[in-house]
């Protein structure tokens, strides 16, 4: 058997071709309801599971959301850090979620996403690269897994591009026109979807959210804040500074908790040539991968969900769990985001951004 996680057109299509090929599939759907809103298609999914013959269970992860997604999100606002809530609903609830479900019955598992997995001959393990249509690349969201879940991973949708598979969906008859909107989509570094400050207020303490002041980055004092969880590393602030003739938008370049302090300055202040990683987790390099450092001396592509650009550099080690990046230009890494390491188009591993290092 192989349970295949359920959530839009893609997924139903990778249920379908397993189908196609013999196997028994099992179909999970992973619902959560919270203040925030809520995410539930079991009837359409089990609807679809039912006219294609195929086994559809619903698990609801509400807990499970309140404690990594909300709550996380709150806690990274308290340290002025970049959350990544789609990234997070998917790493920490849904693929592990999945993986686990395979796990009690010694299944297979398989995903709707746009990423390739390829099974080493002779070996017990598995590659995870980039997909036949790289601008669909959807890899790094396994780089949390580490090496053993992903030898019984199964990636349908490698080789076929976005068009195609939305064809296939609708020759299975689900209309991907239909999915619904991403309840992430509307989630940033500057709100989230139906929620603002008020709603942060109800779950964060008066006495960790002071106001404050504004700094420029030579130290001097501009302004007043409204309060430190207002402010997250990389958010705009709505105001225009003007070296030379150019006129550029602030952005928030550093917060410091600890004395309410919230730094300003235009958005290139963000870039750095280094960085310090932690969480640390490999993909490539089987068991001993931890300390023999799969990319040492290699030069590694790095990618980011909430930066557009990607990134070229070495890996050195830095401490436990910790790594640093040395890159060959600077780049708009913010922290709390999380990194994923490339050679070609395998993917290593990946990380989650500490800091940047001093210029």
């Known amino acids: 058997m192989i349970v295949v996680g359920l959530q839009g057109y893609a997924s139903v299509v990778a249920a379908r071709i397993l189908k196609d090929q013999g196997e028994v599939v099992r179909g999970a759907h992973f619902t959560f309801r919270s203040a925030l809103g809520s995410l539930d298609e079991t009837q359409r999914l089990a609807d679809w599971c039912t006219e294609n013959e195929i086994d559809f269970i619903s698990v609801d992860v509400s807990d499970e959301f309140e404690a990594f997604v909300v709550d996380g999100f709150v806690h990274s606002v308290l340290r002025g850090q970049t959350f990544e809530p789609r990234l997070r609903w998917m790493q920490d609830i849904v693929l592990s979620k999945i993986s686990a479900i395979a796990g009690e019955t010694g299944s297979r598992w398989a995903t709707g996403h746009f990423a390739m997995s390829t099974r080493q ?10 997909p036949a249509e790289t601008a669909a690349d959807q890899s790094l969201d396994f780089f949390t897994l ?6 019984t991973l199964d990636l349908p949708l490698g080789t076929l591009t976005r068009s195609m598979v939305q064809k296939l969906a609708i020759d299975s008859g689900w209309n991907p026109s239909q999915d619904r909107r991403s309840f992430f989509q509307g989630w940033s570094s500057e709100g989230l979807p139906g929620a603002d400050a008020d709603w942060l207020a109800q779950r964060i303490p008066m006495d960790l959210r002071p106001r404050g002041i504004l700094k420029n980055l030579e130290g001097q004092v501009v302004d007043e804040h409204t309060g430190i969880h207002r402010h997250r590393v990389g958010s705009s602030m709505g105001r225009e500074v003007s070296p030379g003739e150019a006129s550029v938008v602030e952005r928030v370049i550093e917060v410091d908790p600890r004395n309410s302090v919230v730094v300003i300055g235009a958005e290139s ?19 001993s991968a931890k300390d023999a450092l799969p990319v040492r ?16 550099g070495f890996i050195t080690p830095y ?21 994923a390491f490339y050679v070609g188009k395998e993917l290593m591993g990946g990380a989650r951004v500490e800091r940047r290092l001093p210029r």
């Open 121 to 130: 001959i002779g070996n017990h393990g598995s590659i995870l690269s980039q």
């Open 319 to 339: 401490a436990a769990d910790r790594v640093t990046l040395e890159l060959d230009a600077p780049w708009h890494a913010l922290p709390g985001s999380s990194v």
């Open 297 to 312: 001396g290699k030069r590694v592509v790095v990618a980011s969900e909430s930066v557009a650009s990607r990134a070229a």
């Open 269 to 287: 202040a963000l870039a750095s040539l280094g960085y310090v990683l932690g969480h640390v987790r490999w993909v490539a390099g089987g068991d």
């Open 146 to 151: 580490g090496y053993g879940s992903l030898t």
